[in-house]
């Protein structure tokens, strides 16, 4: 096949997938995508007016050209001399203009002759628009987008001006703010993607510092996971209380669900949990006084079962005296108290039945331990009837599990300590960089607080 014929395959290639993309964007009802012969031609209709625009065939073969010769990391694109990443100002506040601060930030690009650097911040490129939807179209998310998208777009006014400009320039202003402005850095000289990972977070840092902002890279496409959400309706008409529920605990359910930030999310539903660590605690000690004394062969001023009840105390207050090993012996019990598993697990299919396989395969990746079986959770073993045996094992697995992310997230030294002659790296999550591993632990952390709520309410 000659040169010229693969080139033709590769440009029509190309062009397809564009239409495609398109078509899924801006479906039949409300668009019209007519290909012709040196350009494409979009028609959208709004309210009820139509909005056309052209493209030169010519432009998207030249940025899915430059798209071949670039690299995918998370949602950064790259090749040895340019870095384009997303960035947001990470702020819960509604009105917030984001636009206003994103484009007046740098209002022309900053350069760095000694290192050979220049820096850019604004809208994304057509390069990195075209690659965010081919990703999101992987990923099955083009549709969600596609919904957001003409949302907006039918809030807009007829004269607004990104209505009238190219198709490319009214895509990139209705996409989700999270991704609708970029961090550029070209170099002069050949960098690896982590010297340009750690430039961008430099960068980053002198536009907080100089400009009171917290802007920061946007390390995943699951950043979409939030515009989407997982909960679905329970219900389909509120009906009174019939239970009270403890205000702290929904003070805390209410904090977790009002912020998109993992780690307070994350530490809002533990505090649910752990609001109850003290109680179940001295249950467990009183229970096992009980049980001792009311055996059928316990004689009360018999030493040697005195001796043997005070041995059997004696251990359980040396657990407590060791804090570590009382909070996690009272997760385990606060655990098994208030779960019904399988419950949990019909929770955690609601939001994504693909939960439960990643909790049974996956390792968290800001958690040092090689075997990651010890806090893997498999499912499959949970039904109605559930044997106790299987109940407790699995229960300890999942205490390990929120009681290491838990560590992890609360403590922040960057040091080593010594555990049975061997020196360990402590856990540590690191804010954004884990975000997205911390996010998929979110389900099931809130499912877990959610039962202890309901168990813990009384009758009205």
Known sequence: MEENDTQKMQADNYISRFID?????????????????????????????????????????????????????????????????????????????????????????????????????????????????????????????????????????????????????????????????????????????????????????????????????????????????????????????????????????????????????????????????????IEDIIALIKNEITRPNFIYDNEEDLRKLYKKLEDKFKIQAQQNKSEFEALKLTLMKYLDLYELKQSISQYSPELLEYYKTEKIPFLEDKDASKYQLNFDEINENIDEKVRKKFVSKLAIRLYRVRNAVVHSKDSYKLSKGQVNKLERYVPFKHDKDLQKELPLIRCISEQIIIGSATKT
């Open 21 to 281: 993309i398109l078509n899924k964007i801006f479906p039949g009802k409300i668009g019209r995508i007519t290909d012709n012969q040196n350009s494409i031609e979009i028609a959208v209709k709004i309210r009820d007016e139509e909005i056309k625009w052209e493209l030169e065939k010519a432009k998207v073969i030249e940025i899915f050209t430059r798209i071949d010769n670039l690299e995918l990391s998370g949602s950064a694109i790259y090749d040895k001399y340019y870095y384009e990443v997303p960035v947001k100002i990470a702020t819960e506040e509604i009105f917030f203009p984001w636009s206003y601060y994103l484009e007046r930030i740098l209002e022309e690009a900053v350069s760095d002759s000694a290192k050979g650097l220049t820096y850019s911040l604004g809208k994304l490129s057509d390069e990195y628009l075209v690659s965010l939807l081919l990703s999101l179209e992987d990923a099955k998310l083009l549709k969600q987008i596609s919904r957001y998208m003409l949302s907006r777009m039918f809030r807009l006014s007829r004269n607004n001006k990104e209505m009238n400009n190219s198709v490319l320039e009214f895509l990139k202003y209705n996409l989700p703010p999270a991704f609708r402005y970029t961090l550029k850095i070209a170099s002069s000289k050949q960098r690896k993607f982590t010297d340009f990972e750690e430039i961008a977070d430099s960068f980053l840092f002198i536009v907080s510092y100089n400009y009171n902002l917290p802007l920061i890279r946007i390390s995943s496409f699951e950043e979409f996971q939030r515009i989407r959400g997982y909960r679905i309706k329970r219900t389909k008409k509120l009906v009174p209380p019939r239970r009270k529920y403890k205000s702290d605990l929904v003070y805390y359910y209410q904090m977790a669900l009002s912020t998109t930030n993992p780690l307070l999310q994350f530490i809002s539903y533990y505090h649910i949990i752990e609001f109850f660590f003290e109680i179940v605690y």
